[in-house]
């Protein structure tokens, strides 16, 4: 069983930096797919960033493209989300997301939250202007 626990929310201006990461532990095999997704209160859920744990493909959500950057650190077992240039509008929960073992991860997996299988508790992110 694949756990996910994220870390580093908090509040900061507009223009800001701060760095997301998901503690993951229970991997069985290889081929996983991982995300980043936001919800902010009374919108939808939806995909920010998505990484393959296998060749490292990543893929952004047009609106975070330039801003935010995913990584991995596989001997630590942690995902990664560093965010600068963050605007009001990026104030949300933040998930990490994982699907696999053997998947082969592409840029499907960004806008469907329900191809993944395992997620984590989320982390609150607040932007002021």
């Known amino acids: 069983q694949v756990q996910l626990v994220e870390s580093g929310g908090g509040s900061v201006q507009a223009g800001g930096s701060l760095r997301l990461s998901c503690a993951s532990s229970g991997y069985t095999d290889s081929g996983y797919c991982m995300g980043w997704f936001r919800q902010a209160p009374g919108k939808k859920r939806e995909g920010v960033a998505v990484i393959s744990t296998d060749g490292g493909r990543t893929y952004y959500a047009e609106f975070v493209k330039g801003r935010f950057t995913i990584s991995q650190d596989n001997g630590k077992n942690t995902l990664y989300l560093q965010m600068n240039s963050l605007k009001p509008e990026d104030t949300a929960m933040y998930y990490c997301?994982?699907?696999?073992?053997?998947?082969?991860?592409?840029?499907?997996?960004?806008?469907?939250?329900?191809?993944?299988?395992?997620w984590g508790q989320g982390t609150q992110v607040t932007v002021s202007s």
């Open positions: 997301a994982a699907r696999g073992p053997g998947t082969y991860c592409t840029g499907a997996y960004l806008g469907t939250e329900s191809l993944y299988n395992y």
